[in-house]
């Protein structure tokens, strides 16, 4: 069955690098995602990376993918204020006909 | 601008009553999804639909109820039925199943 894992909590300094982790169990995954949800709101999608890419980079997001682990991360550079938010990983099936599985999310708060 | 509205923002239900919350999305998303958030508990699917007049349940379907007779509405009723209603409604689209979904902001329900 499909399950992905975070864990609950990270706090950083304001200007340190974060790195939020996340497992999947399913194998024959097509993307995952990463979602920030800020307090009251709905989840923005922030990115994404095709199962089969390695990395990927956008400005101060990098996404990295060990496909042998089954392990995505996000790590976001120079961390602000305002990245204080809960994060959501999420992988979809290659099945096509179910929707995606979300993790519990990461809830991210950046000390300053 | 294109996007998901969810209503209201903050609904209050009397014991014994069903309320019905909105979402419409004019992004000409085939699927639509309900998604109940409590702390700590990441995201549960309610229900969803891939595409007008069919629908499918989620992993916490009793005690709720949809329909689907245009493409960009899905509302959601919460019957009587559910004995635990208070928690955070998210809706969401997609162009397809496996693809990203966009998200409302969220209707808060709480009991009176």
């Known amino acids: 069955g499909e399950d992905v894992e975070q864990s609950l909590f990270l706090s950083v300094r304001e200007g340190d690098s974060s790195v939020i982790n996340c497992t999947y169990t399913d194998s024959s995954s097509t993307y995952l995602y990463w979602y920030k949800q800020e307090p009251g709101a709905g989840l923005q999608l922030l990115t994404y990376i095709f199962s089969n890419m390695d990395m990927k980079q956008d400005q101060r997001l990098t996404v990295l993918l060990n496909k042998k682990d089954k392990h995505l991360s996000l790590r976001i550079a120079d961390t602000q204020t305002g990245d204080s938010a809960i994060y959501f990983c999420?992988?979809?099936?290659?099945?096509?006909?179910?929707?995606?599985?979300f993790g519990k999310g990461t809830r991210l708060s950046v000390i300053a | 601008d294109g996007g998901i509205t969810q209503s209201p923002k903050y609904l209050f239900r009397k014991e014994g009553q069903n309320v019905t919350l909105s979402c419409e999305q004019n992004?000409?998303?085939?699927?639509m999804y309900w998604y109940r958030q409590d702390p700590g508990q990441g995201l549960r699917l309610i229900y969803y639909?891939?595409?007008?007049?069919?629908?499918q349940k989620g992993d916490i379907a009793e005690g709720y109820s949809v329909s689907r007779e245009k493409k960009e509405s899905f509302p959601l009723t919460v019957t009587s039925a559910q004995k635990n209603p208070t928690a955070f409604y998210l809706c969401?689209?997609?162009?397809?199943?496996?693809?990203?979904?966009?998200f409302g902001d969220g209707t808060r329900l709480s009991i009176l």
């Open positions: 992004l000409n998303h085939d699927a």
């Open positions: 999420a992988e979809s099936m290659i099945s096509g006909n179910t929707p995606l599985v």
């Open positions: 639909s891939q595409i007008v007049n069919d629908f």
């Open positions: 969401a689209s997609s162009t397809g199943v496996i693809q990203p979904q966009h």
